[in-house]
């Protein structure tokens, strides 16, 4: 039997390229039915690709390059599909006769929407913004639905364009940029599921002082929050969250209560209440650099861990180095290429200002140019020269395998007594280590979990023995 293979990412940009072709025929066809057979069969090739298309590779720049380019076909594909989508809304709208069903039409409304979500998380997963009048015809959907009373009419798989609206509007005042591919595919999840107890209200008076996500159907903007309208006179609608809010924190109570490790989406949902509440505001200020000022960034755990233990590879690529837009007390905004540096949220880096001594930084948030290769990134800085060293935890059988960590001295400043970087999960309360490190062998105690990512945890240590030269030796 002939071994399974995988097709090449060439294959699928072949394929994109082939099916988007097809859908621009389309736009020939003005016969609702067959432009609607045709439009669904290209939908459901498209979502069959898309898997492939959005592989990613940071292999090198190379393979980077190819990965953003893939997405982009794939980002073309849908925009496309939902544009026609909407057309065939359009095609059904002038359809007359005493024996015409409304429910054509409703399955249009339906999958213009489906095809935006789809869109919507697209564009989530591939960091990039929406296209130019993506919000605007969203809102015009659903102002021609509300007028015919169809938002809560159900549709064949079961959901309601409202929901389907509401869905659109959820994810668009969420943070998604902020999250690792874990956290991003469980809330599209959420969104899918709780986005129905959400409301929607036209305005008719000022905001109550603790604000609301408000948005107008004439706008290409997603809901932002606000205290107060900015121009009252004009028509306003609001997405009331407190439905939502309330399964959320149902569902985390349920979490809690659980024994199993959900530990993804309990962070994901208490992001969620804060967020989709009020999103959380600036706690620095934030200085703009001009002049093209740089920073040298690397990234991905052993290259850092490498960089902190000294070692030279001269086979390792440069480091990127990206400008500095702005500086606070806590972290950087960045801006520019880093296709030999990959940058991915929840991910640690390396940086250096000039000949100054390298710190830890960890990727907060990450967007990407959707027409071109460069990147914004929010860094939060976590702490000067880090240590590279090998901890192993202490069990009732010995301490365990010896694996890269990194470490950092005490610092009053930040908050904590010492702090140790693992990759992966090991903390536990009080959990004692053997920490090497270039004076010899010591345990520490894990005292706190001062923060975690999907990849690393950030543990304050407490110093509880140093192994004297002797022990060291036997």
């Known amino acids: 039997m002939m071994p399974l293979t995988t097709p090449s990412p060439d294959t699928g940009l072949m394929t994109a390229l082939s099916l988007q072709e097809q859908i621009w025929q389309l736009n020939h066809e003005n016969h609702p039915e067959r432009l609607n057979a045709a439009a669904l069969l290209c939908y459901e090739r498209s979502m069959a690709l898309l898997p492939q298309l959005e592989q990613s590779s940071t292999a090198n720049a190379e393979a980077q390059t190819h990965t953003r380019l893939a997405a982009q076909q794939a980002q073309s594909l849908l925009r496309s599909l939902h544009q026609t989508f909407i057309r065939i809304t359009l095609l059904r709208s002038n359809e007359t006769g005493l024996f015409i069903s409304s429910r054509p039409r409703l399955e249009a409304f339906g999958m213009a929407l489906e095809s935006g979500w789809q869109l919507a998380c697209l564009h989530a997963r591939t960091l990039t913004p929406l296209p130019p009048g993506f919000w605007l015809s969203c809102h015009q959907l659903f102002t021609e639905i509300h007028t015919l009373g169809w938002a809560k009419r159900s549709l064949k798989n079961g959901s309601s364009l409202g929901a389907l609206y509401r869905q659109i509007l959820l994810l668009g005042i969420s943070a998604s940029n902020r999250l690792e591919p874990q956290k991003m595919a469980l809330l599209f999840k959420i969104v899918r599921e709780e986005a129905r107890f959400s409301d929607l209200v036209q305005l008719d008076q000022a905001l109550n002082e603790q604000g609301a996500f408000i948005y107008q159907t004439d706008s290409d903007e997603a809901p932002r929050f606000a205290h107060e309208l900015p121009e009252p006179e004009q028509i306003w609608w609001m997405i009331e969250t407190q439905g939502t809010l309330k399964q959320l924190s149902s569902r985390l109570q349920l979490l809690l209560a659980q024994s199993e490790d959900r530990h993804f989406e309990i962070q994901l949902i208490g992001r969620l209440l804060q967020e989709w509440a009020a999103p959380p505001r600036r706690q620095h200020f934030r200085l703009r650099r001009h002049g093209g000022e740089q920073i040298q960034l690397i990234s991905l755990w052993s290259r850092c861990w490498d960089i902190a233990a000294g070692h030279i590879d001269e086979a390792a690529p440069e480091p990127a180095k990206l400008n500095i837009c702005n500086i606070s007390a806590s972290g950087l905004l960045l801006q520019g290429e880093s296709l030999s540096q990959p940058l991915q949220a929840g991910e640690i880096l390396m940086l250096r200002r000039g000949g100054q001594h390298w710190q830890l930084g960890l990727v907060r948030w990450l967007s990407l140019r959707g027409d071109g290769l460069s990147s914004e990134c929010?860094?939060?800085?976590?702490?000067?020269?880090?240590?590279?060293?090998?901890?192993?935890?202490?069990?009732?059988?010995?301490?365990?395998?010896?694996?890269?960590?990194?470490?950092?001295?005490?610092?009053?400043?930040?908050?904590?007594?010492?702090?140790?970087?693992?990759?992966?999960?090991?903390?536990?309360?009080?959990?004692?280590?053997?920490?090497?490190?270039?004076?010899?062998?010591?345990?520490?105690?894990?005292?706190?979990?001062?923060?975690?990512?999907?990849?690393?945890?950030?543990?304050?240590?407490?110093l509880e023995e140093v192994i004297p030269n002797a022990q060291q030796e036997e």
């Open 378 to 462: 929010g860094i939060e800085l976590i702490g000067r020269s880090p240590e590279a060293v090998h901890i192993a935890p202490i069990t009732s059988l010995g301490a365990d395998t010896l694996t890269p960590a990194l470490s950092l001295a005490p610092d009053i400043r930040r908050g904590h007594s010492g702090m140790l970087i693992l990759a992966g999960k090991q903390y536990q309360a009080m959990r004692m280590f053997t920490v090497h490190d270039s004076r010899g062998i010591c345990k520490v105690r894990a005292t706190r979990l001062v923060m975690q990512t999907a990849y690393y945890q950030f543990i304050e240590t407490r």
